[in-house]
Structure formats: C-alpha cells, structure tokens
C-alpha cells in the first residue's frame, strides 16, 4: 500500500481520499472564487448563504475579497457625527434616563392595581 505524503499531518492511502480531503481543506480554483464574488455584487445573496450554498466558509469569501481588492464588497461602517447630532445623542439619552425613572416610579402602582 502506498502512503501520500502531503503534510504529516496528513496521510493519504489512495487517490481518492486525497481529493475529497483536497476539497475539505478548502482549495478553489479562481473562476469558482470569481464565481462566488459575482453573485454577491448581484445582491441576491449574502456571504453566509452562499457558503452554504457552495460549501465554503464566509471567511474565506471574505479574504477572497481582500485577495481581489474589491472593496465594494466589504462590509463597511460609516459613523458621521456632527456636533448637532452628537447634542441630539446627548438629549435623547437625557430623555431616555427621564422616562426609565417615571416607569420604575408607575410600576409601583401598576402592581397595587393587580
């Protein structure tokens, strides 16, 4: 019986266990990976569902996007804060510490009304 040697972690006794554990490690050929970024610029399809889809980890779709540098495809987020916004955060939250303490002061009579 001959042994395949590919990492030595690893040991192969024929061919056919090679492949399938070949695919299991996660090697893609670049159409599928340019495959898998053309149907997410589509939109149809999110990263999770189409890992499952075609069995491969969002992670990697991930670094397929950085491999590829298509940076419409990256997750993004965009914190704009202007000092009228910053004052309206400070406002609302001063309204939201006012309306918690009328609640816990109108709990007591709910429960005497039960």
């Known amino acids: ?10 040991r192969l ?20 990976k340019f495959k898998i970024l053309d149907e997410l610029t589509a939109g149809k399809l999110n990263k999770n ?15 397929w996007i950085r491999k590829y540098e298509r940076k419409d495809l990256m997750n993004t987020r965009i ?13 609302l939250q001063k309204e939201i510490e006012q309306l918690k303490k009328i609640l816990l002061k109108l ?3 709910k429960k005497a009304m039960d």
């Open 107 to 109: 709990m007591p009579i």
């Open 79 to 91: 914190k704009v804060e202007t000092k009228d916004e910053i004052t309206l955060i400070k406002e």
């Open 49 to 63: 569902y189409l890992g499952r889809l075609y069995g491969t980890n969002p992670t990697s779709i991930n670094e």
């Open 1 to 10: 019986m001959t042994v395949i040697m590919i990492r030595p972690e690893i």
């Open 13 to 32: 006794h024929n061919f056919n266990n090679y492949v399938q554990n070949y695919k299991e490690i996660g090697r893609y050929n670049e159409s599928f």
